[in-house]
């Protein structure tokens, strides 16, 4: 078999169906217009500069996937990487299952990416990737906290003061991102044996954790932010308008 008939070796796969309702009424959080493109292409388009990903996987809204596949295949994306688009579930962790089910034979290292992180280098992306390739079976990208974070006990009634019961060593935390990068099949695993409830479940690499698999941290970046809020949306624009002023796109 030639190398370009070989299957895809590292895959992405992107949950891309929920509503985003912290950002408030309107399109689903992925399809927001950041710089007049959907984020979700910027998402795409930032997995695919990497050279090593030659397969993204976009979990689309159980009833938009029509609607996500006309986004792909209307904005210019890298001609070396094949897009799939399939229909969601309800959370997070059945979306990238259905999206791990998508997945054809031959891929060994997969990245899941926030749609909600639009923004993410590529250095980053290849860090991740590297790092499974050399025998982690599951890598976050992370950065240190700026701020100091306490544990509280979360009161009985919205509003009410909270007590706090413990302060965490700040040097010993990180804040994690995506994309997150596995070998295909530890996360395949997870997906089989976690069940869709609790700690972890909303975040692959927790999953891990709970299959009781090591999970390593690479350095992430301060622009891989994920955009939730309204003022995310803010800091976005401005930072792709850095971008323009510098890279000249």
């Known amino acids: 078999m030639s190398d370009d008939a070989r ?15 912290r950002l408030g009424p309107g399109a689903p959080k992925a399809l927001r217009a950041l710089n007049g493109t959907p984020m979700l292409i910027h998402a795409v388009r930032a997995m695919a500069a990497s ?19 006309n986004l792909l295949d209307t904005h210019a994306l890298p001609d070396r990487t094949d897009y799939l688009v399939v229909p969601g579930g309800d959370t997070r ?40 390739r050399d025998g982690a079976v599951a890598v976050v990208p992370a950065l240190p906290l700026a701020d ?13 003061p909270e007590q706090v019961v413990a302060t965490p060593v700040r040097a010993r935390l990180r804040a994690v991102q995506t994309p997150q990068g596995f070998d295909h099949d530890t996360l395949v695993n997870a997906h089989a044996t976690i069940a869709p409830t609790g700690e972890g479940a909303t975040d692959d690499a927790g999953m891990v954790e709970r299959l009781g698999a090591p999970v390593v941290v690479v350095p992430g970046h ?26 000249g796109f």
């Open 222 to 247: 301060e622009e891989a932010f994920k955009v939730t809020r309204p003022l995310d949306l803010v800091l976005a624009e401005a930072v792709l308008a850095r971008r323009r002023a510098n890279d």
């Open 51 to 69: 050279r090593a990903v030659s397969l993204v996987v976009v979990v689309a809204p159980s009833d938009g996937a029509a609607e996500v596949k």
């Open 148 to 160: 100091t974070v306490k544990e509280v006990e979360p009161a009985e009634k919205p509003g009410d």
């Open 93 to 132: 962790q059945e979306s990238v299952h259905l999206g791990l089910q998508a997945l054809p034979e031959g891929v060994t290292t997969v990245l899941v990416h926030d749609a909600a992180r639009p923004l993410v280098p590529v250095d980053t992306v290849d860090a991740v990737i590297e790092a499974v």
């Open 7 to 21: 299957p895809p070796r590292t895959a992405v796969v992107i949950p891309a169906a929920g509503r985003g309702v």
